[in-house]
Each structure stands twice: as C-alpha cells, then as structure tokens.
C-alpha cells in the first residue's frame, strides 16, 4: 500500500507565507503527478497545483503567481509553498499522489489526511 502524509498547515495572518509538505510511503515503484487540493466549507474539492514526474505544472487561476508546488523525487516528498495568502485561502489543502506500485501494473490515486489552512487576522 502506499500512505501519504501531510504537514505544514496552521494559521496565519493575510499576506503571510505557509508551507506544506506531503511525503509519500510504501510500496512505490513511480509516481507520476503530485498535486495538491483544498476544500473549502460549503465547496467542492478544488485543484490547486499540480507537478508531474517530466516537470510540468499546472496552477488553479486564483494562486497563479502566490503559490508555488515542488517535489524532491529522493523523498517522494511534495511541496506548495504559499505566500501573501488571502482569506479565501481558508481551506482544508489535501495532497494526491499518482502512483505506480511495485511488482503490479497498477496506477492509483492516493490522497493526504488534510490540513487545515486558515488565513485571519
């Protein structure tokens, strides 16, 4: 199987910085896109970045320029490193990993736990 697990959420005031980090665990052979979402109370789960395995990137238009996603392939560790963040940034961000597994040909989806992100004075 294969675990991901999430940290780097917390509150912080409008125009602050956080960042998140998603490292990956278990049986991997390769993992082609990581990416992050959130979700806000009352909305549907949104994508806010994503990254694959060949360097392409994509970003939602609302964190175009704030937010940046990076892995460290050594680690299978993803980041969204987030600045002057914006109250309606206020989400539960979940990290998704594409995954190719060892010893099968299978290529699932895994997701975080969450953590939540809230921006407020």
């Known amino acids: 199987q294969v675990q991901l697990a999430e940290s780097g959420g917390g509150l912080v005031q409008p125009g602050g910085s956080l960042r998140l980090s998603c490292a990956a665990s278990?049986?991997?052979?390769?993992?082609?896109?990581m990416g992050w979402y959130r979700q806000a109370p009352g909305k549907e789960r949104e994508v806010v970045a994503a990254?694959?395995?060949?360097?392409?990137?994509n970003y939602a238009d609302s964190v175009k320029g704030r937010f940046t996603i990076s892995r460290d392939n050594a680690k299978n560790t993803v980041y969204l490193q987030m600045n002057s963040l914006k109250p309606e940034d206020t989400a539960v961000y979940y990290c998704?990993?594409?995954?190719?597994?060892?010893?099968?040909?299978?290529?699932?989806?895994?997701w975080g736990q969450g953590t939540q992100v809230t921006v407020s004075s």
């Open positions: 998704n990993m594409r995954v190719a597994r060892r010893f099968t040909t299978n290529v699932n989806d895994y």
């Open positions: 278990g049986s991997i052979f390769r993992i082609d896109v």
């Open positions: 990254l694959t395995n060949s360097g392409s990137t």
